[in-house]
Each structure stands twice: as C-alpha cells, then as structure tokens.
C-alpha cells in the first residue's frame, strides 16, 4: 500500500457524516460504557413493553442515530423468540421537516408496514392479499400521498326549513360551544381513521399477539420544540392506540425545560444521549473508537488520547478531529499522524467552533471555562449547547469545547 492510499483509507475511515450502519457493519462500533449508554436500557424496556412510546434526545454528533440502531440491533435478535418487528425510519429522508405536521409519522408508519406485510406474506407463500389488507392499504395510500374527492353538491337548507326570527338573508349557521373541553383535543380525523387500519397491517405481519416498534430518527432537526410537539403529538397518541411502539428522536432543548409537556404524552420515557467525559471509561471508550478505525501504525495510543480529549467527548467531533490530523499530516509530508498534526487539527477545529459568536456568548463561554457550570436561562443559552461550544457531561457539569476554550483569551467581545 502506498502512503496516499493508507491516507485515503484513514479519511474513509473516519467520515462523520458516514452512515452508523457502515460503521456497525465494519467492526467499527464499540458498546459505550454502562453507565453512558442508551441503547442498552432503551432496547430492554421496549423488550419488555414493545407497544411503549419513548423520546430519545441528546446534541447534535453525540450518537443517537448509532444508538437507534443499537436498539434495532437488539430487538432485531429479540425477534428470533418473540416474532416482533422493529423498524428504522429517517423521517428527514422520506419527508421535508420543514413541513412536519399532524399525520406524517402516522403516513411513514403506514407504508413501512405495508411493504412488511407484502414481504412477509411472499415468503408465506401468500400471493392473495386480503380484503381487508387491501382496504387498509389503500388507506394508507391515501393518508400519505392524497387522493381525488368528488365534493358533493351544495343542497342547501331543508325544504321544510323555517328561519328564526332574527334571521338575515345571507347568514351563515353559528355554532354555540359547549363549556366541557377534554383534557386533550379529539385526534384530527385523517389520524384517527388510520388507526383500524395500522392494526390491520400489524395483525397481518406478527398476529394478534406480536409487536411492531418504529424508531423515528432527524426530527430533532425540527426548528422549534413547538413545531416538532405539533408534528408529533396526534401521531404518537394514534401509534398507542394501534398498539405501536414507537422511539422519537426530539430537538434537544426539551433537554432543558423547553416543552415539558411532552413528557406526559410519551409516559416519561424519556432517554439522554449525552456527550461522554473523557477521562477513565469515557477515554478508553474513545481512544477504542478511533482503534477500530486507524492502525496503531498510524495513529499511535499517545495520539488517540490526545484526540479523545480534543472531542470533548463528542463522538462525531472525534471522528472529524481525527480526519483533519490525518489531513494536516499528509500535507505536512508525514507518514503517520503525530501529535503536532492533531494540535494544528484541534486549532482548525476550534476556530471554525469560534465563527458567529456574539459578546455575549463570548462572556458566557468564558464563565463556563472558570466555573464549570452553566445556568441556562434562554434560546440563545441552548444555542451553545446545539452548537457544542458548550458540553453537558452530566451531574450538572457543564464544560467549553476543548478545542475552543484555548481560544477564548484572543477573542474580542464586540458590542
């Protein structure tokens, strides 16, 4: 092998915005310490309560997608013995999250179990689809890609019809509200229709007795936590009720206090995926990663440790820290990657961490680095925690990226 073509198969190696399943795939994957990992005790309670509703939430690059795969993983082996069905779906790639509303997870849901179905019935040997079956799908047809309706002719009032004293020609009909309101408002009914049919396309695929699991992934991209409980509130009720289980990756201010509400609708369940402090289990878990991906040839121990604790704990920060040190070491003339590659990485990094903030992040930043802790009082708070300038290590511990901090004393508060 050349030394362009190790390099070449290092910057392979260590794509962040590689697909997880590749990773999984090669070997690269390695199970998080016990007590920072999701997927472990997600994919056991969703064992045991297969038709539960979960939201899963965490920064952008700190694993969730790796961790939603874990658990189809596991309930994938599960299935062996108890029949039940997982399903991946990346809403961001089947729908625009811009236009995320009531009946889209619903419409996802729908179609995946009906190409299960299809799937599962061809291996029976079944070429005939159901009536019923046929019914639903069509159904399903209808809720996600619309259809043609003839609208009925405007009959007017009844022939024996009188008016009211008071009336005025050309008066519209006036609704008089009662004063009792549920707790919850009534399914829209596009939703509510679909869910005799979602039971349908489960019964047909596990029976009466097994269980289908949907793992929602991207819609922690959803703007707002307002438009993302919007999208996801009819839906969630609605997959209950078909007797669905369903994980629901959300946007990471619900993280801290945004949109308490939604914890009621998912029972609770609600997992962190948090970023992993890289000392002791956390740096051996990291410096692993990067092992399964790099040779020792080419990244030596020293090196990875180095980059561990460069990512904060970030998972895909270590993967693309690792990326620009093989970079800044082939442009050097290196064969391997040395330390002073990673540090010229790490300034790279940080920088382009450090573009767009304002004074007051700039003072914010700067009392995380003293104090090592973090009130958040605002939007713009979340920000930094969204961008990963700032880290949650959990226990109230609240950290500058690595990378950033040393930049800190040369910024300028601007006004």
Partial sequence: MTRLGDFRDV????DPSGDPRVALRNGWGVERPAQASTADALARRLELEPWSVHLMLGGVGSGKTTELWRVHEHLATVAQDSGDVAQYIDVAAEHRLDRMRAGVLVALAGRRLVRVEERVRRARGETAVPKEVAKARDAVEKLADGYDRELPPDTGPPDDWEPPDDWNEGTEFEHIPGVIEAPQPPLSTRVSESIPHLRTLRDAIVGTQGHCVFLFDSLDRVKTPAAFEAAVRDDLRALKRANLGAVVVGPIQFQYGAGRAIGELVDNNVHFVREIEPENEGLTFLADMLAKRVSD???????????????????????????????????????TIRPEDIERAM???????????????????????????????????????ETRRILDWGGGRFVVHPTLEPLLGAMTEVP
């Fill in 297 to 335: 040839e080419m990244l030596s121990a020293e090196g990875r440790a180095m980059v561990a604790r460069a990512s904060g704990g970030v998972l895909r920060d270590l993967v693309a820290i690792g990326k620009l040190s093989a970079e800044e070491a082939y442009v050097a003339g290196a064969t």
């Fill in 347 to 385: 300034d790279r990094f940080g920088r382009g961490r450090a573009v767009g903030l304002d004074s007051a992040q700039v003072t914010a930043l700067r009392k995380v680095a003293e104090k090592k802790t973090f009130v958040i009082r605002n939007d713009r708070d979340v920000a930094l925690l």
């Fill in 11 to 14: 910057m392979r190696a260590l």
